[in-house]
């Protein structure tokens, strides 16, 4: 069964604060998903990752940096953060094959105060 | 541009069948994919569809037209547990990696005794 790990379930940081939500996965995925998750908005995809050290934005990258030394971790930095990024964070990981689904982390719910 | 348009609120008796719509305008297809998400979880996966038609799992059935851009999750025999918000996904053809989703807000379902 495949296991998407993120660190924390709550956080909560200070306006200014540089944020570092961790994601692991340990089904040898090539590709990993950064996902932010706010009500009427759905799921809105940040940052996307097809292999060590290759990174790509999403629809909303501004405010964020990735980090994919590892092929199974990949990191979402928050460079300073502001209270429009409280919000869930989700990580996903899949295959390269295209009728494989992604699967999610359980979710970092981080408040920014 | 890429759309996806589902109903924001559905309710349900238990023991009946719902169907939840999903309707999607995107720039090339590669796949259709739905999920359940309970309240604080990460969403998990339901179904595929690439080609057309029905594809049967269980309770569970999603059915995809894609010449008229649509596809329906249809629920039977419906359980309390299966209160929750269910998300439409699709993989749409773009530059860079194929393995992108775009999500849908979601289909918020409650089942009522």
């Known amino acids: 069964d495949v296991k998407v790990t993120q660190s924390s379930r709550y956080l909560v940081k200070r306006t200014g604060e540089k944020v570092f939500l961790e994601c692991v996965q340990d089904?040898?995925?090539?590709?990993m998903f950064w996902y932010r998750q706010d009500p009427g908005l759905g799921l809105r995809l940040i940052y996307f990752?097809?292999?060590?050290?290759?990174?790509e934005k999403g629809d909303i990258p501004e405010g964020y940096s990735v980090s994919r030394e590892k092929k199974e971790r990949f990191s979402l930095i928050l460079e300073s953060a502001s209270t429009n990024q409280t919000s869930m964070y989700l990580c996903?990981?899949?295959?390269?094959?295209?009728?494989?689904?992604?699967?999610f982390g359980d979710g970092t719910r981080l408040s920014i105060l | 541009g890429q759309n996806i348009d589902q109903p924001t609120e559905m309710t349900a008796t238990e023991g009946a069948i719902v169907q939840i719509n999903c309707t999607y305008q995107?720039?090339?297809?590669?796949?259709l994919f739905w999920y359940q998400q309970h309240a604080g979880e990460a969403p998990t996966f339901l179904s595929y569809?690439?080609?057309?038609g029905l594809e049967e799992k269980g309770r569970f059935s999603s059915f995809l037209s894609r010449s008229k851009g649509y596809s329906y999750l249809l629920l039977k025999e419906l359980q309390m547990k299966d209160s929750a918000s269910y998300l439409c996904?699709?993989?749409?053809?773009?530059?860079?990696?194929?393995?992108?989703?775009?999500f849908g807000t979601g289909t918020l379902l409650a089942v009522q005794p």
């Open positions: 996903a990981s899949t295959s390269s094959h295209s009728n494989q689904p992604q699967h």
């Open positions: 089904m040898d995925h090539e590709n």
């Open positions: 990752s097809y292999d060590v050290k290759m990174k």
């Open positions: 995107t720039s090339g297809f590669n796949g």
């Open positions: 569809n690439v080609l057309d």
């Open positions: 996904a699709v993989r749409a053809l773009r530059g860079g990696a194929t393995n992108k989703l775009i």
